[in-house]
């Protein structure tokens, strides 16, 4: 099946920082990426849905000043959650969907971000 | 997209057939029942999907009830590699551009 490689595997950092990070999809174009956080214990929430090149979509709830995403190319999304606070730590997951795959709408997942905020 | 109910948890022991279920009485005509596993501290992996006739790959069979209201996933020897949450979604096959929504899922714990 398809590749997503999601970058870093796993990340601690002070409050008040910004860590970026990065999901590419190895093998095909993919015109829509999505992002989800998933707290322990919990299932996936989506976050955001991002198409290339233009401003992703936020669902109910999520800061898009504090999470920001780029969709800049067919190839990379990047979510980058600004001035950190320990409750945003948590398992960042990416979603691509889209290229040869899409006449089967297999959305391929990222190893997933275990983001530790201190 | 239509709900899915799935049971919590289940067990089985290794080599055995895992039968996972799920519900989705709700479902329309042009739905697909989707089926997913995440393996602890990992992103879902796809597993198998089907419209009405039933599915088999290298990794399970999906097995579609006639009026479609419930499905069943079968995992034919479940080894302890198979110990995960699986996830059951029913979605419209065209819509490459919306994500997938998860529910609870079941938990499936294999032990040997």
């Known amino acids: 099946g398809a590749v997503v490689s999601q970058h870093p595997s796993r990340v601690i950092c002070k409050s008040g920082t910004s860590v970026k990070i990065e999901c590419r999809s190895l093998d095909f174009q993919a015109t829509t990426m999505f992002w989800y956080r998933q707290f322990p214990k919990k299932s996936l929430m989506l976050m955001a849905t991002?198409?290339?090149?233009?401003?992703?979509?936020?669902e109910q709830g999520v800061e898009k000043d504090k999470f920001l995403i780029n969709h800049a190319s067919l190839t990379l999304s990047t979510l980058t959650v600004t001035s950190a606070h320990p409750e945003d730590s948590s398992f960042y997951i990416c979603?691509?969907?889209?290229?040869?795959?899409?006449?089967?709408?297999?959305?391929?997942f990222g190893q997933g971000t275990r983001l530790t905020v201190v | 997209d239509a709900k899915t109910t799935q049971p919590p948890s289940m067990d089985c022991a290794e080599g055995r057939a895992a039968n996972l279920p799920c519900n989705h009485s709700t479902i329309s005509g042009n739905e697909y029942v989707y089926w997913y596993r995440q393996i602890h501290s990992q992103g879902p992996q796809y597993i198998i999907h089907?419209?009405?006739n039933n599915e088999t790959n290298e990794m399970a069979s999906l097995i579609i009830t006639e009026d479609r209201k419930s499905s069943t996933l079968i995992l034919p020897h479940a080894t302890l590699r198979d110990t995960a949450v699986y996830y059951c979604i029913v979605r419209v096959s065209s819509q490459a551009g919306t994500a997938l929504i998860f529910g609870k899922g079941t938990t499936l714990s294999v032990s040997s």
């Open positions: 979603s691509a969907s889209g290229g040869r795959q899409s006449s089967f709408n297999k959305a391929f």
């Open positions: 991002s198409n290339e090149g233009s401003k992703a979509t936020y």
């Open positions: 089907g419209l009405k």
